[in-house]
């Protein structure tokens, strides 16, 4: 039997919301396997898709610019190793140059973007003068069909919505999306290896109800239905008024949406972990 770590039943209740004996059990029956692991969970326990977009494992600041004319705009994530160094204010100012520079010259790749008016020299310094490593991670730009609304949840989550309508369409869709990340904006969009791994975990969870066949087929689809509306802007419920979904409220607000982009700070990075004690022992004893 391999041998499951505390870090990873760590992570499998991130990704379930599951309690930790039922998360090592799973990994205990898929050797380790944390996908099966997630899925056997989500078929026996109902648990919920993960949200990987919301943990935050990594410090930094996302760097923001929206051009006069709100028509180009763009994101940045600047990664930094402590959050002490991600609230200096060079550091803060350095992302901001890197997003109007993503926003007016639209670089391929962050190492493009490297190579635009001295950057790289510019994080080089920025390392020596603040003696820690700091990486530019990854950038999104966006030029509307219509106009941008930007919308900056502190330094550590940034949005930007391509729509046209009312200026406070375009507010209420940004903070939505930095409340709920949602990870397409059309069930069209979703793809369909996402979609049928979503209706085979639906269809075990179904045969484990024991109900008739028709009965099952339709639950299956109703809950597959009911995933794609949970990582769907359009289908989620709006954050100010959860009776209504984003589409609807657009709808009635006579509004469009073009698109959308935002960043969060360490999406999808572990952050090390170190035990402070036995670091300090290890410490004492180098030093005999």
């Known amino acids: 039997m391999a041998e ?15 309690g930790m004996m ?13 996908k099966k692991a997630e899925e056997l969970l989500r078929i ?18 996302i760097g923001a610019w929206l051009s006069a004319d709100a028509k180009v705009g763009a994101l940045v994530e600047l990664n930094s190793e402590t959050d002490f160094v991600a609230k200096n204010d060079d550091f803060v100012a350095f992302a901001a140059s890197l997003a109007e520079l993503v926003a007016s010259r639209n670089p391929a790749s962050v190492e493009a973007l490297g190579g635009i008016d001295n950057v790289e020299a510019k ?14 991670r990854r950038f999104k730009r966006l030029q509307a ?4 609304a930007l919308y900056m949840h502190g330094t550590k989550i940034g949005v930007l919505v391509d729509y046209d309508g009312a200026d406070e369409v375009g507010k209420d869709v940004a903070m939505h999306i930095a409340f709920a990340k949602p990870a397409h904006m059309t069930k069209a969009e979703v793809p369909a290896d996402i ?17 008739p066949a028709e009965i099952a087929a339709k639950m299956v689809e109703g809950a597959v239905n009911k995933f794609l509306g949970e990582i769907t802007l359009m ?17 009635q607000r006579k509004a469009r949406l073009n698109g959308y982009a935002f960043l969060v700070v360490g999406e999808g990075i572990e952050k090390k972990t170190t035990d402070f004690a036995a670091e300090v022992m290890a410490t004492a004893g180098k030093a005999h």
């Open 4 to 18: 499951i770590s505390a870090g990873l039943v760590k992570e499998l209740r991130e990704l379930t919301g599951l």
């Open 22 to 34: 039922e998360c090592k059990k799973a990994l205990s029956e898929c050797a380790g396997d944390l």
């Open 44 to 61: 026996k326990s109902g648990a919920k898709a993960s949200k990987a977009a919301g943990r935050i494992a990594a410090e930094g600041v």
């Open 123 to 136: 994080r080089q310094a920025l390392v020596q003068k603040i003696g820690e490593n700091i990486s530019i």
């Open 145 to 148: 069909k219509g106009k941008l």
């Open 195 to 211: 979609v049928s791994r979503e209706r085979d975990i639906q269809m075990a969870r179904a045969k484990e109800s024991g109900k």
């Open 235 to 251: 289908g989620q419920p709006f954050v100010k008024d959860d009776k209504q979904t984003i589409e609807k409220m657009l709808a």
